[in-house]
């Protein structure tokens, strides 16, 4: 094959003068003919390396999770016990598997503490952000803009760990204190409504969870949100204006329903990072492993909180089987994550529907 | 007409004797078609002969001049083309005239605009229903992101004209008039993105006129057109007089002498002539017109 039109000899064909270095140049030109598929290839290997991360942690994870599940049954999904068993005393086996004599684990509670503080946390976040995102791109002009941009940022470059401390010592007694009371007091004695009522506790539980959370994933939505809303064309919104519209139903009935699948987006993003957030909540949440929550003000623990606040004390289970029960609770918070994207996807397939994709039409 | 509100029962009915099919118009002597379909519209003789007009109007950005003392009237029922080169200050002055460029920063002006004797900025004026009342059409197809048949009905709905199963009528006579009905009665609940260029330009022109607008602003609507459907505009535009009075910016020459019966020549901000525009385009009075008409400035 000789792409480069450079003779085998390594004489160059415009003329007599002898190529320099022939074997280098041909191997670059064997690449210049070729250089779509190193793209391609290159581009395959780099869309495989999150796939086979993906992979691998699941892999690892299930490996570590099996013989607890086994031992732990479907039951570890619905009964809300967390007993390591006496784990300096005698060992059984189950299955072959051995653990500490006595264990018995279900990981309701917290299941339910994370889908629950997961739901507080998003139907705080979704309006607040939307909200946020469209006085920056549609309301407010100059510096306050400015200043309220960089609040957000500052917002989602805070720590966890710092949130988490300031939810523990200052907002949820704060809560607690003035607000909880409040809403506990005033909510119609209704049996629908009983989860807001009764004991408001000391600011440990899921209402500060959620709150807390919510905190956390505001600055995510929005920014998404305000990137998308600024990437509405004008013309459409001038056309809305022209017609005699509001400037709440050109918001309401074109800017929003623009951008209406790239917001479900935003938010599962955010709703992901609920459900996956560890430390702020393993702070504000109380962390109780075997209740579910009385009332919305209830101590309660979530999944994510629980791998971190148990690990420490799983070790002293010289079996491993506490280990291994948590990494079996990692796969079932991975199997709610993947649940909730499918789920997202489906309702921005339906959502998209005849809404322009962004960067389309006018 | 039972879809129709109380509020604009006046305004509709008087559209349709017009527009729609029940127009009795008897010819006599030294009477044309469109006196006999103006004086229907207004009985009375009571409206001023010119829909809107400019009175001594200026406009600013920023302390930058951008239209100078323009005053023209635009006759009720015709088509006036505004002509002139790239940034002379058409679409500045088109969009004043629906107060588009009132929250635009920087906007200043001078002057007035009249729309059925009365100031557009009169303290009494309705914002939003002058915006129904001077509809606008844009350079390019701005359908919004909701059902071929929502678009249609938006107007009409953000007005409250019609509700319910009504805005189905709405949409189909709307549809119907822009020639768009065939096309689109099987798939009313689609996305209008998937349309043509051309035939979104039309829905928009639907939607403007779902509204009962007396008075339609175009602002080079079929420059981002192909020639096939540039002509059905232009031919949709024409049927609209003399319901409706039509100012038409255009950069193409050729659509101003088809359509229009007046022309305006605007050239660095100063309206630097106006009048039929078979005289404009063929004995220009001024010597820059005739440039620009005959292509040597533009």
Redesign the interface.
């Known amino acids: 094959m000789d792409l480069a039109g450079t003779a085998p000899t390594g004489v160059s064909p415009v003329g007599a003068r002898p190529a320099r270095r022939p074997h280098l140049r041909r191997i670059r030109s064997l690449a210049r003919a070729h250089e779509h598929h190193l793209w391609v290839a290159g581009g395959r290997a780099a869309a495989l390396v999150p796939l086979v991360a993906l992979a691998l942690t699941m892999v690892v994870l299930a490996w570590k999770a099996w013989p607890a599940a086994r031992v732990n049954g479907l039951h570890f999904l619905v009964a809300s016990t967390w007993k390591p068993g006496s784990t300096y005393g005698a060992v059984t086996r189950t299955d072959g598997v051995a653990h500490p004599v006595g264990a018995s684990y279900g990981a309701w509670p917290v299941i339910a503490g994370t889908l629950e503080s997961s739901l507080i946390a998003i139907v705080i976040a979704v309006p607040v952000s939307i909200g946020a995102a469209f006085a920056l791109t549609e309301r407010l002009g100059g510096w306050l803009a400015g200043v309220l941009r960089t609040a957000i940022e500052i917002l989602a470059g805070v720590p966890s760990v710092i949130i988490g401390l300031w939810g523990a010592l200052t907002l949820g007694p704060l809560l607690a204190n003035d607000v909880y009371p409040v809403i506990a007091r005033n909510m119609p004695d209704l049996p629908a409504l009983r989860f807001f009522k009764g004991p408001v506790g000391h600011g440990e539980g899921l209402a500060t969870s959620g709150i807390v959370l919510a905190l956390m994933i505001i600055p995510i939505i929005a920014s998404t949100t305000r990137t998308l809303f600024a990437q509405v064309?004008a013309?459409?919104k001038?056309?809305?204006?022209?017609?005699?519209?509001?400037d709440w139903?050109v918001s309401r009935?074109?800017t929003m329903?623009?951008v209406?699948a790239g917001i479900v987006g935003a938010a599962v993003l955010g709703l992901a990072r609920a459900l996956g957030e560890t430390i702020a909540v393993a702070m504000v949440s109380g962390s109780l492993l075997n209740t579910v929550a009385p009332n919305l003000y209830g101590t309660m623990g979530t999944i994510a909180a629980t791998l971190v606040t148990q690990l420490d004390s799983a070790f002293v289970d010289g079996t491993g089987f506490e280990v291994r029960t948590l990494a079996e609770l990692a796969v079932v918070l991975v199997v709610v994550l993947l649940l909730v994207n499918t789920a997202a996807r489906l309702i921005v397939r339906r959502a998209g529907?005849?809404?322009?994709p962004v960067g389309?039409?006018? | 007409m039972p879809f129709i509100s109380p509020r604009y029962r006046d305004r509709v009915d008087r559209d349709d004797r017009t527009v729609g099919p029940g127009i009795e118009v008897t010819s006599g002597p030294g009477r044309s078609e469109v006196d006999l379909v103006l004086e229907a519209m207004d009985p009375d003789g009571v409206r001023p002969a010119e829909a809107i007009a400019a009175r001594n109007l200026s406009l600013c950005f920023a302390d930058k001049h951008i239209v100078s003392e323009v005053s023209v009237g635009f006759p009720r029922g015709t088509i006036t083309a505004l002509i002139g080169p790239t940034g002379c200050g058409k679409s500045t002055f088109l969009r004043t005239l629906?107060r588009?460029n009132d929250r635009v920063p920087g906007f200043a002006r001078q002057g007035d605009v009249v729309l059925d004797g009365e100031s557009i900025w009169a303290p009494s004026q309705d914002?939003?229903?002058?915006?129904?009342r001077v509809?606008?059409v844009?350079q390019?197809?701005?359908?919004?992101?909701?059902?071929i048949r929502d678009n249609v009905v938006?107007?009409v709905r953000?007005?409250r004209i019609a509700k319910g199963k009504q805005l189905d009528v709405v949409a189909e006579e709307r549809l119907r008039q822009v020639g768009l009905w065939d096309a689109v009665k099987d798939r009313l609940?689609?996305?209008p993105?998937r349309l043509s260029g051309g035939q979104q330009q039309l829905l928009?022109l639907a939607?403007?006129l779902a509204?009962g607008p007396e008075v339609l602003l175009l602002d080079e609507p079929t420059s981002s057109l192909d020639p096939i459907s540039t002509e059905l505009v232009e031919e949709l535009l024409r049927s609209l007089t003399p319901a409706l009075t039509l100012i038409l910016v255009t950069h193409n020459l050729g659509q101003a002498r088809r359509t229009s019966q007046h022309t305006m020549f605007l050239y660095q901000g100063r309206l630097v002539e106006h009048g039929p525009t078979q005289d404009l385009f063929e004995r220009p009075k001024d010597p820059d017109t005739l440039h620009y008409v005959t292509g040597r400035i533009g």
């Open positions: 064309p013309l459409p001038e056309g809305g204006e022209a017609l005699g519209m509001t139903e009935r074109i329903p623009w209406r529907g005849i809404a322009a389309t039409g006018a | 629906n588009m914002l939003l229903n002058l915006r129904r509809g606008m844009f390019r197809p701005n359908p919004f992101p909701m059902s938006a107007g953000a007005h609940g689609d996305s993105f928009c939607r403007a509204v």
